[in-house]
């Protein structure tokens, strides 16, 4: 489940970078077709952002750091229990850090993911973008923005109730220029 989460995240960042070669292709070719065409970069951008921010987070803050730990550990084992335990801690810390047991941000991550392979999909044909394409792109955006809002706030939430240092650490990468607080306090006024 761990890795498998991890590969989809990879594969999700990697779709999104063929769609951004697709999309400077495409630039280049059809110069007269860019206003029509940047909602499609902007909700590109938005997913790259959200997908290469969780990326690191996955990468640098749990993985690297929580692997540290866990070699330090297997150097001073004196056994292969105390090796077994210190693999079971890792597993569990970074299964843990990574959110996959809290069901509503596996589940967010897993729609935003899915709809990042979507996308890619859809531009993976780049030139030939269709007014059908742009319909669907502008459903996409719309879903993407519920997600990943409602993510954010589910995370921030879970902040508010646990303080959690790997928790504020993914919150201060994906909100660090305040988009998704300052949205959430946009809707709280208008409510």
């Keep these: 489940m761990l890795f498998k989460f991890f590969l989809i995240v990879k594969r999700a960042q990697l779709a999104l970078q ?38 690191y987070y996955l990468q640098v803050d749990v993985l690297e750091s929580q692997y540290s730990v866990l070699v330090a550990k297997m150097k001073s084992s004196r056994d292969f229990e105390e090796s077994r335990v210190a693999l079971d801690t890792f597993l569990a810390t970074v299964l843990a850090q ?66 959690s240092a790997h928790l504020a650490q993914l919150l201060l990468r994906l909100d660090y220029n305040h988009y998704y607080s300052e949205s959430m306090a946009l809707s709280k006024g208008s409510a």
Excluded at 34 to 49: D, G, N, T
């Design 18 to 55: 063929d769609a951004w070669v697709q999309q400077m292709v495409t630039k280049r070719a059809f110069e007269c077709e860019q206003p029509r065409l940047a909602a499609l970069w902007r909700l590109r951008y938005q997913m790259s952002f959200l997908v290469n921010n969780l990326q």
């Design 98 to 163: 990574s959110f996959l047991l809290v069901r509503p941000v596996a589940h967010c991550l897993e729609k935003i993911l899915n709809m990042c392979l979507q996308f890619s999909a859809l531009t993976a044909y780049g030139i030939q973008v269709t007014d059908r394409d742009l319909t669907e792109a502008e459903r996409m955006s719309t879903a993407f923005d519920r997600h990943a809002s409602l993510l954010f706030k589910i995370l921030s939430s879970a902040q508010t109730h646990q303080g």
